[in-house]
């Protein structure tokens, strides 16, 4: 990844998780009707283990401190966005910051990254063909219809060498234009995310996110190349920005940095070659 692509995505990054100045006080304190302190919160939820995980690991120590949470299945990561702007959940936990950021561009919304979670790697799956060291001329290979998520399976087709391409500075312009060489032909197809593990019986290859990796039943022991994630894409929880320095918004972030949740997570194999966040060093 070039420096300056590299510079520009953590800046992304860093400006969604932490410019909360601006909303800190008492404005972002959320009440309910009788003027308490909000107990009750809904999260949104895309496929893939995060619901499982926040069950496990995260809703116990919140709970224990006296919140109630409802949870909502969402499969479209526009929506589950604009449900989090419109007041209609509180949180949503499915997506990196460079996908938050164009949602927030495209809607026109102001939602932000409360903290950084334990993220599945992208992969390079076979379908009909099973190896990397035989791919034939013209092999049919899905990726993820999202630009930034793309730009991230073209990043793992050019790691196994099978294509070139120019570094873009924003990922979220990302699509098949930009990739300069391609000698094998590959016919390389961008599909809704969702529909890559159903359709990995009709092609040859798939770069899938891991999201849909783990709620699909592929097991990484059975990929062919795993991305080398940079940190801009490990996934967050996401509020409203006015919501960020809300009690219940920083229960939520305390229980994910929380000695307990750590423990959860290095004890449960299934999170093995997670990309793990920074404070769990």
């Known amino acids: 990844m070039n420096v300056t692509r590299t510079a520009l995505i953590g800046a992304t990054f860093t400006a969604l998780l932490l410019a909360t100045t601006a909303c800190s006080g008492a404005d972002a304190e959320t009440t309910d009707a009788s003027g308490a302190e909000k107990t009750e919160i809904t999260i949104g939820f895309n496929p893939g283990p995060y619901q499982e995980m926040f069950e496990g690991g995260i809703l116990p120590i919140l709970e224990d401190e006296g919140y109630t949470v409802d949870t909502q299945d969402f499969t479209d990561g526009i929506v589950i966005n604009v449900a989090v702007a419109n007041g209609e959940i509180d949180a949503n936990i499915m997506q990196h910051p460079v996908y938050l950021d164009f949602v927030n561009t495209q809607e026109g919304i102001d939602n932000a990254a409360l903290v950084q979670?334990?993220?599945?790697?992208?992969?390079?799956?076979?379908?009909?063909?099973?190896?990397?060291?035989?791919?034939?001329?013209?092999?049919?290979?899905?990726?993820?219809?999202?630009p930034s998520n793309l730009?991230?399976?073209?990043?793992?087709?050019?790691?196994?060498?099978?294509?070139?391409?120019e570094d873009v500075d924003d990922p979220n312009t990302a699509d098949l234009s930009i990739i300069t060489s391609n000698p094998k032909n590959l016919n390389i197809t961008p599909i809704e995310n969702a529909q890559q593990v159903p359709a990995l019986q009709d092609v040859d290859y798939a770069t899938i996110q891991g999201n849909f990796i783990v709620s699909g039943g592929l097991d990484y022991d059975d990929a062919l190349a795993v991305e080398d994630q940079p940190i801009e894409f490990s996934n967050v929880v996401t509020v409203r920005a006015d919501d960020l320095e809300s009690d219940w918004a920083l229960a939520i972030k305390d229980a994910y940095e929380s000695p307990e949740f750590i423990e959860y997570i290095e004890s449960n194999p299934q999170y093995d070659g997670y990309q793990l966040p920074s404070w769990f060093n």
């Open 117 to 146: 979670i334990p993220t599945p790697r992208m992969a390079l799956f076979g379908g009909k063909s099973t190896s990397l060291d035989d791919v034939k001329d013209g092999a049919t290979i899905t990726v993820p219809n999202s």
């Open 151 to 165: 730009y991230r399976g073209l990043l793992v087709l050019r790691d196994v060498g099978w294509i070139d391409f």
